[in-house]
């Protein structure tokens, strides 16, 4: 099935939101739509890199492992997210195993699809520049949060990040957050275990930050800000 046409759609991807028109559309005619069940291994480190994934529905996680087992998370991919672009931009192997959490759905750009656009339209390289740069910034910040904070802070980090997918940079007072990942999912992309992650969420429940309501979490955003940046506070 083909992409959708619609411009608005394209350009809520970080990566196409500088692109002009013409450019958008010449994405949606040749991305293709797929789907995949929760459980899903997508692609798995070192397979060859042949196309990346804007992600419409669902969550993919992109981990890397060791042979005794051991897991580190680098990104839950959401709704709005691209995935697998760094073996599309330099045709190297895929760095990361891709999984999906939930059922997902995405559109799929190919590298050969990519190159032939890129050759035609610079700005495609410009965009594919300032969309590096953006992610390499967010790499600096995550490891700032595993090196600098600890663990509460490192957790309401996590937690302003998720709302802000959601909501955007202006939040609610007190948004509502439905965690659909387990602590499991939540201790490795913090670096911890998940005992300690389950602690330090009790202990945010504990100050009042975080409340349960029915399945879903009550944020208090300015307090949960103030634990994230103390020096802020």
């Known amino acids: 099935m083909k992409s959708p046409s619609n411009l608005p759609f394209w350009r809520s991807f970080r990566l196409f939101e500088t692109l002009d028109d013409t450019i958008l559309r010449q994405i949606s005619a040749v991305a293709q739509r797929r ?5 899903t ?3 798995q480190r070192g397979d060859a890199g042949d196309y990346l994934v804007a992600l419409m529905s669902g969550r993919i996680r992109l981990a ?7 897991e580190l998370v ?8 691209v995935f697998g672009e760094l073996s ?3 045709g190297a192997p895929r760095s990361a195993d891709a999984t999906s959490l939930l059922d997902s759905e995405g559109f799929v750009f190919s590298k050969r699809d990519f190159d032939a656009l890129a050759a035609q ?5 410009i965009a594919v520049t300032h969309y590096l740069c953006r992610m390499l910034r967010d790499t600096t910040e995550q ?3 595993l090196a600098l904070y600890n663990l509460e802070a490192r957790v309401a980090r996590f937690l302003l990040f998720t709302l802000r997918q959601i909501h955007g940079d202006t939040l609610p007072p007190r948004p509502l957050l439905r965690l659909e ?3 499991s999912d939540i201790a490795a992309a913090l670096g911890a275990s998940r005992p300690k992650v389950n602690r330090a969420l009790q202990a945010l429940r504990d100050a009042g930050i975080l409340h349960k309501n029915g399945e879903a979490l009550a944020c208090d955003v300015a307090l949960l800000s103030q634990i994230a940046d103390p020096a802020s506070a």
């Not at 789907?35 to 459980?39: R, V």
């Not at 680098?74 to 997210?81: F, I, Q």
Request: net charge negative; glycine share 10%; hydrophobic share 40%.
């Open 35 to 39: 789907s995949w069940s929760a459980g």
């Open 41 to 43: 291994t997508l692609f």
């Open 64 to 70: 890397v492992s060791t042979p005794q087992g051991k």
């Open 74 to 81: 680098l990104r839950l991919a959401e709704a709005g997210d």
């Open 88 to 90: 599309l931009f330099d």
């Open 121 to 125: 339209e610079p700005s495609l390289h």
């Open 143 to 145: 490891l700032e949060g």
């Open 181 to 183: 990942i387990n602590q």
